[in-house]
């Protein structure tokens, strides 16, 4: 047997899409995704996309690298409770685990208006459960 078997075992496994999950998360720079960043308290937020729901944290159990919630102008968040926490539109170039449904790192973030979020048709029900 080569000795070279385990590399072009690797890459035969990665090309069938058994390592996708990986593959996605090492992209240089990420992957742009847009929807609904939802932050409804301390330590807490998800992006509900056309893919669903990514988690970005978990108070106490999980926490994605990098800054967020994304900087919003005024009226583009949706409070709710206290303090700066509620719901927006966002684009977020990230590094994602697939199979997980994770955000690893949050590359770069923008708020966007809600009208935008509002007209996808992949969204439309989303922000009904957000409120």
Known sequence: MSRHWFPAAFTVVLSLGLGAGAAAAQQPGGQQRCGWFDNPSPGNAWLHDKDGRWTVAIQGDYLAEGDWPPAYKPGELHRKGNGN??????????????????????????????????????????????R
């Open 85 to 130: 926490y509620g719901y927006g539109c966002a684009c977020l170039t990230v590094k994602v685990d697939v199979e997980a449904k994770k955000i690893l790192e949050i590359v770069s973030s923008k708020g966007r208006p809600l009208s935008i979020c509002r007209k996808d048709k992949a969204l439309s029900t989303v922000e009904k459960r957000l």
